[in-house]
């Protein structure tokens, strides 16, 4: 079965960055789209990012979009998120999910059928 095991949180300040990575294991890597969720307390769930299975095409939320950077690594079987210039507002729990389609020819932004367990984010003022 597949498994994400995501790692990278932390707490910050304003300002600062951090890179969140994805290990993903239990199929081939390299064929399926991946994405970036967060939830911060008492909030819905809410896109970030997305990647297609080949690296070639991203996507993100305009909140985010110039700050943030979504890539991967498929001898790896990781997937990054690159978070720079953190505002307090973003403080939330990060989710990587994978998609169940191979090979699908676009960004993929849900639903998404597999997820991690999270990690979390806090960005201090």
């Known amino acids: 079965q597949v498994q994400l095991i995501e790692s990278g949180g932390g707490l910050v300040q304003a300002g600062d960055s951090l890179r969140l990575s994805c290990a993903a294991s239990g199929r081939p890597f390299n064929i399926y789209g991946m994405g970036w969720f967060r939830q911060a307390p008492g909030k819905e769930r809410e896109f970030v990012a997305a990647?297609?299975?080949?690296?070639?095409?991203?996507d993100y939320t305009d909140s985010v979009k110039g700050r943030f950077t979504i890539s991967r690594d498929n001898a790896k079987n990781t997937v990054y998120l690159q978070m720079n210039s953190l505002k307090p507002e973003e403080t939330a729990i990060y989710y990587c999910?994978?998609?169940?389609?191979?090979?699908?020819?676009?960004?993929?932004?849900?639903?998404?059928?597999?997820w991690g367990q999270g990690t979390q984010v806090t960005v201090s003022s």
């Open positions: 990647i297609s299975w080949s690296g070639s095409s991203t």
């Open positions: 999910a994978a998609d169940n389609a191979p090979l699908r020819p676009s960004v993929w932004y849900g639903p998404y059928d597999y």
